[in-house]
């Protein structure tokens, strides 16, 4: 089956500094991806979607800014939290779809915590 | 506002027990996922749902969705401590899979 991987799991960061976080789909082409936010005992919200080679289309409310997404490839997408804050500490998933976007394979998701 | 209500919100259950998860919808379902997430992981595709009265199982877990579209189920017959994690129910929209807030089920041994 396709596999989506994320790195890292886990990331502790301090207050004012950019982290990177990883999607890579393993054995399958990803036109495109997604990012999500998890809270908790909250909905998964939906960040922005990438396509591969364009720029992301990001959902209301979310900064483009601080939350830069870049789809460089068709396996690989990145999210970088830029000056990072103690309320970006959540859990990041992300998922990629070769075809119809309901297709999609979720990563093992990011945990990031911001000090 | 939550356009996807699911509930219970967390339930435990003696192992052997059936249960039953709900995920309701305040517009017609197109499209309807279930996915169940094991604490602090990503989420592993269970079933998808499109027509009205459709009803699919994979081993002890049948999911249905109801004629109008609106609502969707999940039963897991004789549960099992693998059973446990969170069970959240997607819904096509604009393109997109927005989720309800998921279920958290525990399992009792």
């Known amino acids: 089956g396709a596999v989506v991987s994320q790195h890292p799991s886990r990331v502790i960061c301090k207050s004012g500094t950019s982290v990177k976080i990883e999607c890579r789909s393993l054995?399958?082409?990803?036109?495109?991806m997604f990012w999500y936010r998890q809270f908790p005992k909250k909905s998964l919200m939906l960040m922005a979607t990438?396509?591969?080679?364009?720029?992301?289309?990001?959902e209301q409310g979310v900064e483009k800014d601080k939350f830069l997404i870049n789809h460089a490839s068709l396996t690989l997408s990145t999210l970088t939290v830029t000056s990072a804050h103690p309320e970006d500490s959540s859990f990041y998933i992300c998922s990629a779809a070769s075809g119809s976007f309901y297709e999609q394979y979720f990563g093992p998701g990011t945990r990031l915590t911001v000090t | 506002s939550q356009e996807l209500e699911q509930s219970p919100q967390s339930l435990i259950v003696q192992e052997g027990k059936n249960l039953t998860i709900n995920c309701t919808s305040s517009k017609t379902l197109y499209g309807l996922y279930w996915y169940k997430q094991k604490y602090g992981e990503g989420l592993i595709f269970l079933m998808m749902?499109?027509?009205?009265?459709e009803e699919k199982s994979h081993e002890k877990i049948t999911a249905k969705l109801d004629e109008k579209k609106q609502q969707s189920s999940l039963h897991i017959t004789a549960s099992q401590p693998s059973h446990a994690g969170i069970y959240l129910c997607g819904a096509d929209r604009d393109d997109k899979i927005i989720f309800g807030k998921g279920t958290r089920l525990h399992i009792l041994p």
């Open positions: 054995d399958f082409q990803a036109t495109t």
């Open positions: 749902l499109q027509k009205g009265g």
């Open positions: 990438s396509n591969e080679g364009s720029k992301a289309t990001y």
